[in-house]
Nanobody, 123 residues
Framework: QVQLVESGGGLVQAGGSLRLSCAASGRSFSAYAMGWFRQGPGKEREFVAA????????GYADSVKGRFTISRDNAKNTVYLQMNTLKPEDTAVYYC????????????????WGQGTQVTVSS
């Protein structure tokens, strides 16, 4: 019913940039917020950034503040993650997620998840 499709991942050198996209679709799709999470090798999934759908209020993990920017295009039902000054530690599968309710703000729980897109940052 609700689908989230990530794109834009790839291999990049340290210091480079990538822009991830997440397109949401579904007849009944609605969300309080869209977020990005990532899971690196041998690590648990962690929060990266999120944005409220209506107002565009953003939130970021401390590890990416000043380097990553989240944005959304309401008309396209698409959320973006601009990643600059990438580091090898940013290597992970990046997942797009949608949160139905405002409860707990930009944190959990998220209700819908994409399949992820691989970001690999070389030294």
């Amino acid at each position: 019913q609700v689908q989230l499709v990530e794109s834009g991942g790839g291999l990049v050198q340290a210091g480079g940039s990538l822009r991830l996209s997440c397109a949401a679709s579904g007849r009944s799709f609605s969300a309080y917020a869209m977020g990005w999470f990532r899971q690196g090798p041998g690590k648990e999934r962690e929060f990266v950034a999120a944005i409220t759908w209506s107002s565009g209020y953003p939130g970021y993990a401390d590890s990416v503040k000043g380097r990553f920017t989240i944005s959304r295009d309401n008309a396209k039902n698409t959320v973006y993650l601009q990643m600059n000054t990438l580091k090898p530690e940013d290597t992970a599968v990046y997942y797009c997620a949608a949160k139905k309710k405002h409860y707990s703000g930009l944190l959990g729980p998220y209700d819908y998840w994409g399949q992820g897109t691989q970001v690999t940052v070389s030294s």
